[in-house]
């Protein structure tokens, strides 16, 4: 995904894994914020999320993560990707996962990257053996980024009620 992201003109990606992100075990929310990710959130136009699901869930380090920041989200587009074993490629932690991106100030789009059967789907380097998941992430880009460029320009020019 981030390779395709990298690929178009006029964008700049930044990786973030969740697991390098510190994160205290006994507090939560903005007073745990990592200066590195807020500033990345706050830069960012968009957000992809690639999530691995866990129990038809999305993991409880990614809610964690999100959690500790809200204002930097506030009008800006989020995708989320969903990797899984079984067939249906995090189909499940993507629907879990939505009413707490909208309770963050993010804006959803209405295309998902799918990631079914992730040890068959992906060689030992991280490489995607299917050629056809490039399209799919392409129309899940385009709009991604065309949300993200309305939002931007709301942001920018349309006041606030
Ligand atoms: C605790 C746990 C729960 C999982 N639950 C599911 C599940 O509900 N459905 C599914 O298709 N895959 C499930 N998987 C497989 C993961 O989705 C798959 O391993 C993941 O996409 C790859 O990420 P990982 O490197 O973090 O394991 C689970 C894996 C773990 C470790």
Redesign the pocket.
């Known amino acids: 995904v981030r390779e395709q992201v990298e690929k178009r003109p006029g964008v700049e990606t930044e990786l973030v894994d969740v697991r390098e992100i510190p994160l205290p075990p006994d507090d939560a929310g903005e007073s745990t914020k990592d200066p590195r990710f807020s500033g990345i959130a706050l830069r960012a136009d968009a957000l992809v999320l690639v999530v691995?699901?866990?129990?038809?869930g999305y993991p409880g380090s990614l809610k964690k993560l999100l959690d500790t920041n809200l204002k930097e989200y506030v009008h800006k587009a989020v995708g989320v990707c969903g990797?899984?074993?079984?067939p249906?490629g995090?189909a499940?932690a993507i629907e879990n996962l939505l009413p707490v991106l909208r309770e963050l100030g993010l804006v959803t789009i209405f295309w998902d990257g799918n990631f079914p059967h992730?040890r068959k789907l992906f060689d030992e380097a991280g490489r995607i053996l299917d050629a056809g998941y490039e399209r799919r992430i392409d129309r899940f880009l385009n709009e991604l980024i065309w949300m993200a460029r309305v939002l931007r320009y709301g942001r920018e020019q349309v006041p606030l009620q």
């Open positions: 691995p699901e866990y129990n038809h990797v899984s074993a079984g249906w995090g499940r992730a």
